[in-house]
């Protein structure tokens, strides 16, 4: 049961203009973001992030949900695994390269590319992190520093949403619940949590 009651959109007027685009991204406004508008701050700051760093052009929409994806499951944020996974025209990875994170290593479905990037995921899921100057080096073969910087801010992002979404036990959205339950059960996935 979450611990932190969203709030309800029609008493942030104030926050219109932010919900407005976050219901347009997504089809609705998760709830996380209805927590986080407790503090117009907070929301703003990250409604600034996601612009830069979901929806901004540095990298490919296949990389942005790879690392998204397989940083949030690795972390065992099953809320934001759920949400980068749901379908949508900013989450174009097949459902193959989703379900097969943990074998990443040897499932065919990944190019090594895909691999270098979910062993930094995995070494930046941990506490402490476990990140290399390897992972990083790995990573220069197809990716600049400012790319880097972006795949980077994306796991940071990450971290801060899946802890936020852990501590409150923020409630998942029907949407993205009945995806995760129908297609990512065999990779690692539980709705214990976020009922």
Request: one cysteine or more; glycine letters at 6%; aromatic letters at 8%.
């Amino acid at each position: 049961m979450a611990r932190l009651a969203p709030l309800n959109r029609v008493d942030l007027p104030e926050l219109a203009e932010v919900l407005d685009q976050i219901e347009r991204d997504h089809g609705y406004v998760p709830n996380s973001f209805l927590t986080l508008a407790r503090d117009p701050a907070l929301l703003n700051a990250q409604h600034a992030l996601a612009r830069a760093l979901w929806y901004g052009q540095r990298i490919a929409p296949e990389v942005r949900q790879l690392v998204a994806f397989g940083f949030s499951l690795y972390n065992g944020a099953m809320y934001s695994a759920a949400h980068t996974a749901a379908p949508g025209a900013d989450t174009p990875l097949p459902l193959a390269a989703l379900r097969e994170v943990h074998h990443a290593e040897t499932s065919p479905v990944y190019s090594e590319q895909q691999r270098a990037l979910l062993r930094l995921c995995r070494a930046a899921a941990r506490c402490p992190s476990e990140v290399k100057d390897g992972h990083l080096a790995a990573l220069r073969t197809w990716f600049d520093d400012e790319q880097l910087v972006h795949i980077v801010g994306l796991i940071a992002w990450h971290a801060f949403l899946n802890t936020w979404n852990g501590i409150w036990d923020t409630r998942l959205e029907d949407k993205p619940r009945a995806f995760a339950q129908a297609c990512l059960a065999g990779c690692g996935w539980h709705g214990q949590a976020h009922q």
